[in-house]
């Protein structure tokens, strides 16, 4: 019996800030942004939108068209939780109108949690294929105003429909995993931007691909051919280009330009415009990949990176699945990434350093342009989510 994805959405902010903007205000040369970094524009998270109300705007038409019978596990992957103790699923739950005879939590590891989650759906799916799980990554990418990192920011949120006998994408079961106790990106408790040792965190990235890589060969017996198409995690989009040139250079085959945008590049659009969105990012990629591939990927593997700094990578792939094409969200996705507001740098550095209310009162949030649900505001410490219109 195959496991794997049988619906798959991606939402992000309504408002994003050009690349070519946060240069100029920074003096840098725009194309180290567009061309060293293979980043042009970043979503920017409005104070009314958070990862809970992303989670479950990614999640709302996908189960609007599938429905919730039997969906009996809840994973949402995120590092950029909002509570210590409830996991940030639960408020997903609830928005959603999901049945309460479900498991939900919340995983951390970094970039890496989506990719935890799936796996880990795909088990419970396997151990009870008449039920479903619901797989949410979901992230805003934040670092210090003025730091290297800035330009790497974003967010976004993706959800998937863990089924049997899947739709979309059935997973292998085969896996390279590696996990090094590092510090290359991290987060402590008290702060609410992301520290990063960008130039190790990269090298740690690529070691640890080739790693998985090799073990992924050995378990399967496939190899860099049995691969049609292949998706790396996207903290920016120059990092897979750097990652596919280091495969194919270890399987001893001459990469050409032209083999790399069509072997890795169908992945990198959205991600582009988007930004890191952590935990979602290689899934924001894949969704871009099934979205926007002219040739029909039906019968075809694809292979993916997931990479969590501190850090734990996994190599792993899927087929395709016959009809995939007509369970897409594709012009949704389109329109999304359309109709976007711009910010100028101003309201970009505004909404930056607006400061979550901590002191038990009330505080209501202006409205800005969100999706179907909202972070109204905080009261007594607890957040408040509505329906946005
Ligand atoms: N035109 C074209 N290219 C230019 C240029 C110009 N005018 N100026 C510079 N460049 C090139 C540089 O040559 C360099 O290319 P190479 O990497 O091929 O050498 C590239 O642009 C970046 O330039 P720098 O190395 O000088 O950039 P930087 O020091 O400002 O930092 C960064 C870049 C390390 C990616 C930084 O943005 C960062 O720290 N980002 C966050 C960390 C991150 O994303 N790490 C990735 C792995 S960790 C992970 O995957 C987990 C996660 O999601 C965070």
Redesign the pocket.
Known sequence: MNVGIDAIRFYSSNYFIDLHTLAGVRG??????????GQEKMAIPPPDEDIVTMGAAAAKPLLDREGKDNIELLLFATESGIDQSKAAGIFVHGLLGLPARCRTLELKE??YSGTAALQLACAAVARNPKTRALVIASDV?R?ELA??????QGCGAVAMLVTANPRILALDSETGLFTSDVM??WRPNYRDQ?L????Y??R??LQALQECWKQYREQSGRSFGDIARFCY????T??AE?AHERLAKDAGIALTDEHLAQQAGGSLGYNKIVG?S?AA?LYVGLNCLLDNEPEDLSGKRIGMFS???G?VAEYFSGVVQPGYRERLFSDEHRALLNNRTELTYRQYEDIYNLAFPTDGGTHMFSRYRTGPYRLAGVKEHKRQYEAAS
């Open positions: 840098v040369d725009p194309d180290k942004y567009t061309v060293g970094i970094a970039c990418a670092y730091s290297p990192g800035e330009p790497t290359d990106f992301a990063v040792d960008g130039k965190s990269t740690i990235y995690h996207l903290p920016f120059r990092i750097k890191n952590y990012s990479y969590g700094s850090c």
